[in-house]
Each structure stands twice: as C-alpha cells, then as structure tokens.
Nanobody, 124 residues
Framework: QVQLVESGGGLVQAGGSLRLSCAAS????????MGWFRQAPGKEREFVAA????????SYAEFVKGRFTISRDNAKNTVSLQMNSLKPEDTAVYYC?????????????????WGQGTQVTVSS
C-alpha cells in the first residue's frame, strides 16, 4: 500500500515556475514507477511525465517537453515535478501516481495509487 500526498501547487503568472512535490508513504517506494497527470475542468485526465523506479528513465508529454522536469529521491520517498515557462493552458489539478510496473508507465489505468491532487493556476 502506498499513500501519496502532493504539495506545491498555487497561482503563478504565465512564464513563471512552480515545483510540485509528492511524498509517499511505505518502505517500498523505490519499487514503484511514478508519474504525474493533470486534469483541467471539463477535460479528461492526461499524462504529463513519468519516471522509472531507478530514476534513470523518464518520459514526457509533448506539450511539456523542455519545460517540465520530473525527478525522484528514493531515500526521501519523494517525486517532484519542476515546471518552468508555465502557460495558462497548464492550469489544472495535478496528480501524483504510483505504479508497480518496473518500466515507465504513461497510461493512467496502469497506476494503482493516486494522490488527492494539487491545483495549479497560471494567469495570463
């Protein structure tokens, strides 16, 4: 069982930066691939970024490549999402998720555990 708690969301102007963090409970955090998803009002949840259990492999949605960076610290049971050059269309609730798959996972249905989400609002 893994419990996930996101933090770091907020209101930022376009072009600004935010760093989201996700704290995970449990001693087996390093066995999970981790991901970030987001959901804007009236839209489906979409993949943002993922990182393998080791942290050596990452994957990003095209619309965040070059702007967002996912990282993890297995010693601290945390995964982070550094978001730079934010745009109004990045406004959404951002969710952290954990998957017991060994490889990078980009499909939401492959994640067993989810956080409660943190709101990110980017003003123009």
């Amino acid at each position: 069982q893994v419990q996930l708690v996101e933090s770091g969301g907020g209101l930022v102007q376009a072009g600004g930066s935010l760093r989201l963090s996700c704290a995970a409970s449990g001693r087996t955090f390093s066995r999970y691939a981790m991901g970030w998803f987001r959901q804007a009002p009236g839209k489906e949840r979409e993949f943002v970024a993922a990182i393998s259990w080791s942290g050596l492999s990452t994957s990003y949605a095209e619309f965040v490549k070059g702007r967002f960076t996912i990282s993890r610290d297995n010693a601290k049971n945390t995964v982070s999402l550094q978001m730079n050059s934010l745009k109004p269309e990045d406004t959404a609730v951002y969710y952290c998720a954990a998957s017991s798959r060994w490889t990078i996972v980009v499909v939401a249905t492959e994640y067993e555990y989810w956080g409660q989400g943190t709101q990110v609002t980017v003003s123009s």
